[in-house]
């Protein structure tokens, strides 16, 4: 925990971007039957049967200080897509950075052997030592403050039904267009001061 907050403490840096990442499944859900738009006094209808096209996955890539979102839809939530969604960071959204650190969970495919499996080893040493990754702990997943963009998301853009990949990643682009315009930032204010106040309970207790 103090790891990671001490890398918010960071000042922005463009050579070094922190970048939060999480990762949420959307299943894909279709109307069977074509629903009733609303009309004045009438709210639209849907019928309350549907079809199951499968989950797709959704990578937050989230860098606070800059107000920068870079959403990425996939079929699968495997080692290998959270290895390209690496390389995306490095080659595509970062190029210019000398290191991108990176805030993310534990999870077993968020390792930097993710990108071994994905990529020949020169090229996947090539992306690994460009990342510094900083891992949430066990059931602190609210340090990562992709999760909360994330959660804007769904509240947001991801509440109806949609039917297939294409409707996903269009509704998904669309909301982070807008809300990159808008460039909203997060001021990050938990500190490992407050920590050790606050959580005093989750701290070992030393006898002297």
């Given amino acids: 925990m103090e790891d990671v907050l001490d890398v918010y403490k960071r000042p922005y840096d463009p050579t070094r971007p922190q970048v939060c990442l999480d990762e949420r499944p959307k299943q894909l859900v279709a109307e069977v039957r074509k629903p009733i738009p609303a009309d004045p006094g ?53 190029p210019q950075a000398e290191r991108i650190v990176v805030v993310m969970d534990n999870l077993n495919t968020h390792t930097k052997a993710s990108l071994y499996e994905a990529f020949e080893p020169a090229e996947a040493k090539r992306i690994a030592d460009k990342l510094e990754i900083h ?30 990949m294409h409707r996903l990643e269009n509704e998904v ?31 070992p207790s030393i006898e002297v």
């Avoid at 019928?47 to 839809?73: H, S, T, W």
């Fill in 42 to 94: 009438q709210p639209a209808r849907y019928d309350y049967e549907y079809k199951r096209n499968g989950v797709a996955n959704i990578f937050m890539m989230f860098e606070p200080l800059a107000g920068k979102r870079q959403v990425e839809v996939t079929e699968h939530r495997t080692k290998k897509d959270w290895a390209e969604c690496m390389r995306q960071l490095v080659d595509e959204i970062y």
């Fill in 135 to 164: 891992y949430t702990p066990k059931h602190g997943s609210w340090l990562n403050m992709a999760e909360i963009e994330i959660s804007v998301l769904s509240r947001q853009c991801l509440a109806e039904r949609m039917g297939d």
């Fill in 173 to 203: 682009l669309s909301w982070e267009l807008k809300r990159n315009t808008k460039e909203q930032k997060v001021n990050w204010r938990f500190s490992t001061e407050d920590a050790r106040v606050k959580l005093k309970r989750l701290y």
